[in-house]
């Protein structure tokens, strides 16, 4: 009679499953011991709540999400939390969430994914990011009417791998994040001199910052209910060239936030002046062995989706006085993937005009959008102005 005989050796799997589980990671909310009921009475009210984190949310995906936590330990409700807190107006252009660190657009992406197409219009999470700081491939921006652009600005945010993002890091990753920059503003001072100022031990005589147009007043509510402004000012920071032209922000909204203000109209100098010098900081980071984050469907990732991919905020304010009233500015606007904010009081004839997208277009891209519809918003006040029609001038979508 034939006897079958164990094989002499277990397979591999079975014979070291105990050592496996041993060191597989745990899930970060196997050890967090919250006391929570279930997913139907923890949904959250969203009556009312106008932002796009609560035209995604549903209760199915509240239950898919509801249980999960990144690896640093940021949760989903700390996700949504933003939006609960600020649910916006019927107007709101708000995302209504954030980002714990780079994992929660991973462990979260049901959520997220979502978040980006809808804000982002247009956008597929199917694509590449590409980036392009070659500034010279910028046509125009150094030619604007003066009478009609009074001054522009062009902001990047930036956050560094191996740390949570400031909605949720901690006093001891803050204070690191801070080291970190001063060692890399003392290389950056060799090119373009600078002063960094820590918002914990500022002068008495504060007219350099003032100069510079730097407000160093309390957090705002936004950074107050994002989480952004817990243990405020410890560890926070700006830098600024010694022309005043260039500043860097630490630990602001995201890890770094590097500003270029002019008072003028030449939005093309201000973008090449931020190019040049974050291509800097970035080099110097990578010798540091901590990089900016970057993923290919994300681009640069940073704490507010509304932000990622480039990162980048252009903006002209722009005297606009027949335009705004005419019926179809909205439509113009969105056609030119621009937005906009008044500036003043309401009535005031004075707009913000920025760029509604940060993912899906290079960084030129982004700016020549900017540039040929301020001047295009330009010409048609003109056109009102002398009581023409602007019928021809109307853009199609971008």
């Not at 009210?45 to 199915?60: E, P």
């Not at 113009?332 to 906009?340: S, T």
Request: aromatic letters at 8%.
């Amino acid at each position: 009679m034939w006897k079958l005989r164990p094989p002499l050796e277990m397979p591999l799997a079975t014979k070291y499953k105990s050592i496996l589980e041993q060191r597989m990671p745990k899930d970060p909310m196997s050890l967090i011991k919250l006391k929570r009921l279930s997913p139907e009475e923890e949904f959250p009210d969203l009556n009312r709540n106008y932002t796009c984190m609560a035209r995604i949310l549903t209760l199915q995906m509240y239950k898919r999400q509801c249980g999960r936590a990144s690896e640093s330990g940021f949760t989903f409700d700390d996700v949504i939390r933003p939006g609960l807190e600020d649910p916006g107006g019927p107007c709101s252009e708000s995302v209504g969430c954030v980002a714990g660190d780079a994992h929660s657009y991973i462990i979260f992406c049901d959520f997220f994914d979502r978040i980006i197409e809808l804000y982002h219009h247009g956008y597929k999470m199917t694509k590449a990011h590409k980036s392009d700081f070659n500034y010279d491939n910028l046509k125009g921006g150094d030619d604007f009417d003066s009478q009609y652009v009074l001054s522009c600005e062009v902001r990047v945010g930036r956050n560094v791998e191996e740390f949570s993002f400031p909605p949720h890091c901690s006093r001891g990753e803050r204070r690191q994040l801070e080291s970190l920059a001063k060692q890399a503003f003392t290389q950056l001072s060799q090119e373009l001199p600078g002063t960094y100022y820590s918002l914990k031990d500022l002068p008495e005589d504060r007219q350099e910052l003032l100069d510079a147009g730097v407000s160093v007043d309390s957090p705002s509510l936004v950074m107050m209910k994002t989480g952004v402004a817990r243990d405020w000012p410890d560890a926070r920071g700006v830098w600024i060239s010694q022309d005043t032209k260039l500043i860097v922000w630490i630990n602001n909204e995201d890890h770094l936030q590097i500003v270029c203000t002019q008072k003028g109209c030449d939005i093309r100098e201000a973008f090449a002046l931020v190019c040049i010098n974050l291509g800097r900081l970035e080099k110097l980071y990578e010798k540091m062995k901590h990089p900016f984050i970057w993923k290919d469907h994300l681009g640069y990732v940073l704490s507010s989706p509304a932000e990622v991919g480039t990162g980048l905020r252009a903006y002209c304010d722009v005297k606009l006085s027949h335009i705004h009233k005419h019926a179809e500015f909205e439509t113009i606007m969105e056609r030119l993937r621009l937005r906009k904010s008044v500036i003043g009081a309401m009535g005031s004839s004075v707009y913000k005009i920025f760029n509604a997208d940060t993912i899906g277009f290079t960084e030129v891209e982004l700016l020549q959008l900017l540039v040929d519809g301020v001047k295009l918003l330009i010409n048609m006040d003109k056109n009102l102005k002398q009581g023409s029609t602007i019928d021809h001038l109307m853009p199609a979508p971008k």
